[in-house]
């Protein structure tokens, strides 16, 4: 369970340092809508690449065993 654990926590930071440090979030396709004081953000491009991504981590992770 602790293993678990600590593999989430890395997969978060690395999710998050990519997010942040590459600018990931801001690719060509996502949505913005900005009007007056309200902004509505909504990364589908960049949703898309990271399931992928997951998807084939996942993919040989599981061939592994």
């Known amino acids: 369970?602790?293993?678990?654990?600590?593999?989430?926590g890395a997969a978060?930071?690395?999710?998050?340092?990519?997010i942040h440090f590459l600018k990931l979030g801001k690719l060509p396709g996502d949505v913005v809508?900005?009007?007056?004081?309200t902004t509505f953000y909504f990364p589908i491009v960049t949703s898309i690449i990271l399931s992928v991504i997951v998807s084939a981590v996942l993919y040989f992770i599981g061939r592994l065993k």
């Open 12 to 18: 978060l930071f690395i999710v998050g340092f990519l």
């Open 33 to 37: 809508f900005k009007k007056g004081n």
């Open 1 to 8: 369970m602790s293993k678990l654990l600590m593999v989430t």
